[in-house]
């Protein structure tokens, strides 16, 4: 069975930086403060699917 993955989008710019497996067991979108390459700083990152 594949694995479901999901993007993590910066909030600031939009680009999507990272991929993670999605955990189907959650229910709200996961929010972390990471590293976007683009802006040059840490920033609010939300999960797409």
């Known amino acids: 069975m ?3 993955k999901a993007a ?3 909030t600031v710019c939009g680009s999507r930086n990272y991929t993670i ?3 189907p067991n959650r229910t709200k979108r ?4 990471k ?6 700083k840490y920033t ?3 999960e797409t699917r």
């Open 2 to 4: 594949a694995q479901k």
């Open 8 to 10: 993590l989008a910066c």
């Open 21 to 23: 497996t999605a955990n």
């Open 30 to 33: 996961l929010e972390l403060r």
């Open 35 to 40: 590293y976007c390459k683009y802006c040059g």
């Open 44 to 46: 609010l990152h939300k």
